[in-house]
């Protein structure tokens, strides 16, 4: 890379955030276009009580690009001057773009959800149990009800997950009641679990899920999580969480850059790095 005293800086802000490999493969987009001496992507643990600090003193240091991860992507809102359409309606921030001193918000969360899926089927009219509230479960969740699926949420907490499922014209369920009778075509996890550094952690047991089933895992460190290592042990098809990160990152690098994404770079830099063979 070739930083210098124009670079922009773009950033992914998190708690925790050390596993994120965002900086990897933004940077390797930066440098597949010509752009490492106007661009550098990099990380920063930022804890829920100072966000309003963080976030006015990137505006102040005049940072080009925010990426908000989790706990993040809800509260950002309330500090930003403008919100883009989809993500008001989806109720999450993932990416802030600073427009001459005008920080706008955007989500790149849906695609990296409804794309990956799409390549596999259609989903209207499928039924999908959809694991989270959080903010990638609140995108998830429009992007699917926009494409016709039929969702249920499920999560450990039910005030946050009804809240969800009501809010969207849903159903909610606890996660503890999940069932593999449920009749459910698609599975997706938005939660932490199974990332690193609890890589044992799964949110379903391998007698919830059935041969024939699509499941989606979120995460993307480690490749092979617990939950789609059971999932392939009993016949479905598995969706890795490195496709929803290659996509929605490829969306976030067009809006801070306003180029097309080279995505064989970006995937090729994180491949590369999970030791995934092509």
Do not use: W
Not at 37 to 59: C, H, P
Not at 91 to 111: E, F, I, K, M, S
Not at 126 to 132: A, D, P, R, T
Request: hydrophobic residues 45%; aromatic residues 6%.
């Amino acid at each position: 890379m070739r930083v210098t005293a124009e670079s922009k800086l773009c950033i992914i802000i998190g708690d925790p955030v050390a596993h994120s490999l965002s900086p990897l493969i933004h940077n390797a987009a930066f440098l597949a276009c010509g752009l490492d001496s106007k661009f550098a992507f990099m990380a920063a643990r930022v804890r829920e009580d100072d966000l309003k600090a963080a976030i006015f003193g990137l505006r102040a240091l005049g940072a080009r690009g925010v990426s908000c991860t989790q706990p993040h992507k809800v509260a950002v809102m309330q500090f930003l001057d403008e919100i883009d359409h989809a993500a008001r309606q989806v109720g999450a921030v993932n990416t802030v773009v600073n427009q001459d001193g005008r920080l706008c918000g955007y989500n790149t969360d849906t695609l990296g959800v409804v794309g990956p899926l799409k390549k596999r089927t259609t989903l209207r009219g499928k039924k999908v149990g959809l694991i989270g509230a959080g903010g990638a479960a609140r995108a998830a969740l429009f992007g699917l009800k926009q494409e016709g699926a039929e969702v249920t949420v499920f999560n450990r907490s039910k005030e946050r997950g009804k809240e969800l499922a009501d809010a969207a014209g849903c159903d909610f369920c606890p996660l503890s009641e999940f069932g593999a009778g449920l009749g459910f075509e698609i599975l997706v996890n938005t939660t932490s679990l199974g990332m690193y550094p609890h890589p044992d952690e799964t949110p379903l047991a391998a007698e919830q899920i059935q041969a024939g089933q699509i499941v989606f895992d979120a995460v993307y460190a480690p490749y092979q999580t617990k939950l789609l290592s059971i999932a392939r042990s009993r016949g479905a098809e598995v969706v890795h969480g490195t496709e929803m990160f290659i996509a929605q990152g490829a969306a976030q690098f067009e809006l801070y850059t306003g180029m097309s994404a080279p995505l064989s770079a970006m995937e090729q830099a994180l491949h590369l790095h999970l030791g995934i063979k092509p």
